[in-house]
């Protein structure tokens, strides 16, 4: 489904690599946690996921297309939410929603369904009518969710989408990744939040540097790690302090 191949960005020729030959396969219908600290590269690969950046070396596939060769074809089966939405101040919500939905060529019963199934879910139904400058960050960031699943994408991209969320929008998106990946979409998202990982991923992969340190199931990561170390928050500490060795 997502499949990195020897992926480096350098975004200056001379510099270190923001990410360095990363390596990595999603299945369909897994939860895959990105997880690393902050400049770790998580946003990075993110961008090149997405067609945004391209890599300096490496290829990126997805549903068996390579992004840069097939940008459109990649394009029309993922959905995107950004770290912070930049969303057409003067649109209302419903505007943008619409507008998202002729750029994917969605039909009009598949959109009414969706919008109102998301924006009841998100509880926007009442601020749809209003222009997205009126919105705080989190109603921003929860328009940009709506959006990112009016095609019903069957790769879901999420760059840090907890954060500026309230307890029960952030509830309504975990349980929207698991109901989509239970629908076969596979579902990778980076998160600095280790409980929500622990609990909802499939997978997680630990990026340090540019660098996966490990990826696996947090029961795979457990049986890895040292003695004492019995949650992903102790694994991942671990590795931050230099017991990365033990997982690759
Ligand atoms: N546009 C850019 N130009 C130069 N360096 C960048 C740029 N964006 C990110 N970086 C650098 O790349 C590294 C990875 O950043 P990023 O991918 O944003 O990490 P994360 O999302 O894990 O916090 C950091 O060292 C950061 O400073
Ligand atoms: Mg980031």
Redo the contacts with the bound molecule.
């Keep these: 489904m997502l499949e990195l191949v020897s992926v480096t960005k350098r975004?200056?020729i001379r510099s270190v690599p923001?990410?360095f030959d990363l390596n990595l396969k999603v299945d369909s219908g897994e939860i895959f946690g990105f997880i690393?600290?902050?400049?770790?590269?998580?946003?990075?690969?993110i961008k090149m996921m997405t067609g945004l950046l391209e890599p300096t070396e490496g290829n990126i596939m997805i549903c068996g297309n390579d992004i840069r060769r097939e940008p459109l074809k990649c394009k029309s089966a993922f959905g995107y939410v950004p770290?912070s939405p930049e969303i057409y101040e003067r649109l209302t919500g419903i505007e943008y929603l619409n507008f998202i939905a002729d750029v994917f060529g969605v039909g009009s019963s598949d959109r009414k369904q969706r919008i109102e199934k998301y924006a009841e879910m998100f509880e926007m139904t009442g601020v749809l009518g209003s222009q997205v400058r009126s919105y705080s960050k989190g109603m921003k960031q929860k328009l940009a969710i709506v959006g990112s699943l009016i095609h019903s994408p069957s790769l879901w991209i999420l760059d840090e989408p907890m954060m500026g969320l309230d307890p029960m929008a952030s509830h309504a998106l975990k349980e929207e990744m698991r109901e989509q990946s239970g629908n076969g979409c596979t579902v990778f998202f980076?998160t600095h939040v280790l409980e929500v990982a622990e609990k909802l991923c499939d997978r997680v992969g630990i990026?340090q540097n540019?660098m996966l340190a490990a990826v696996g199931t947090v029961d795979e990561l457990k049986s890895k790690a040292s003695a004492g170390e019995s949650s992903l928050e102790d694994i991942f500490i671990g590795i931050m302090h230099g017991e990365g060795n033990a997982y690759v």
């Design positions: 975004y200056d923001a990410v690393g600290p902050n400049g770790a590269g998580k946003t990075t690969t770290d980076s990026i540019g």
